[in-house]
């Protein structure tokens, strides 16, 4: 059964820092493309993030590019995502998501981060 | 403002047949596969359809269409359980981004 476990989100300042961690069991976690994607309290899903297999290719929504950092441990099958430089607007539930043929297919449960003062 | 539109809110009763669409262009739907994405009361979402195939669980009361710039979610024999958030997704090459619909809300009457 394919899982995915978001980790680490909570309550940070404006310009603060928080590293989202995506625990992935049940599939072969080397194989796949895997994405953030975020939703604001009471809005729809915005795309964050794609990696690749290997780490090397990594696709960001204008909004975050510079700020956050998705990267892959395929020793860990882990996912994560670095956000620095956190603004009010990026308060959002992060979901963690496998793509299949460059479309989610399964997705984890939401970790909540909140950047306020 | 979403690149991909969709309705707002649709409703039907149960055991009816309804249609939800996903307009875009050809920058992303008349190009790419489209995903759907079924979300209850914000939990996480679930994919309901990549492109005409189902995806794993999901029965087969759900299916899906494309025409020119616009895909369609189509329940066939509706079910209270249905009643949902569905989104739309696919790439869009000129904004070299994954786009989202801003989402229909499904109501089960």
């Known amino acids: 059964e394919v899982q995915l476990v978001a980790s680490g989100g909570g309550l940070v300042q404006p310009g603060g820092s928080l590293r989202l961690s995506c625990a992935a069991s049940?599939?072969?976690?080397?194989?796949?493309?895997m994405r953030w994607v975020r939703q604001a309290p009471g809005k729809g899903l915005e795309w964050v993030a794609n990696?690749?297999?290997?780490?090397?290719?990594?696709l960001y929504v204008d909004s975050v590019r510079g700020r956050f950092t998705i990267s892959r441990d395929n020793a860990k099958n882990s996912v994560h995502l670095q956000m620095n430089s956190l603004r009010a607007e990026d308060t959002a539930f992060y979901f963690c998501?496998?793509?299949?043929?460059?479309?989610?297919?399964?997705w984890g449960q939401g970790t909540l981060v909140t950047v306020s003062s | 403002q979403s690149a991909l539109t969709q309705e707002a809110s649709v409703s039907g009763t149960v055991g009816q047949k309804v249609t939800l669409s996903c307009t875009g262009n050809?920058?992303?739907?008349?190009?790419?596969?489209v995903g759907w994405y079924q979300q209850i009361s914000h939990g996480a979402p679930k994919t309901v359809m990549i492109?005409?195939s189902l995806a794993s669980g999901i029965p087969d009361r759900f299916s899906a269409s494309k025409s020119g710039t616009t895909a369609s979610l189509i329940i066939s024999g509706l079910q209270p359980e249905d009643e949902a958030d569905y989104y739309c997704?696919?790439?869009?090459?000129?904004?070299?981004?994954?786009?989202f619909g801003g989402g229909t809300k499904l109501t089960v009457l």
């Open positions: 998501a496998r793509d299949n043929g460059g479309t989610p297919d399964y």
């Open positions: 049940g599939f072969t976690f080397g194989s796949y493309w």
């Open positions: 990696v690749d297999q290997d780490g090397r290719e990594k």
């Open positions: 050809n920058n992303n739907v008349g190009t790419y596969t």
């Open positions: 492109g005409n």
């Open positions: 997704s696919t790439w869009d090459y000129r904004l070299n981004a994954w786009v």
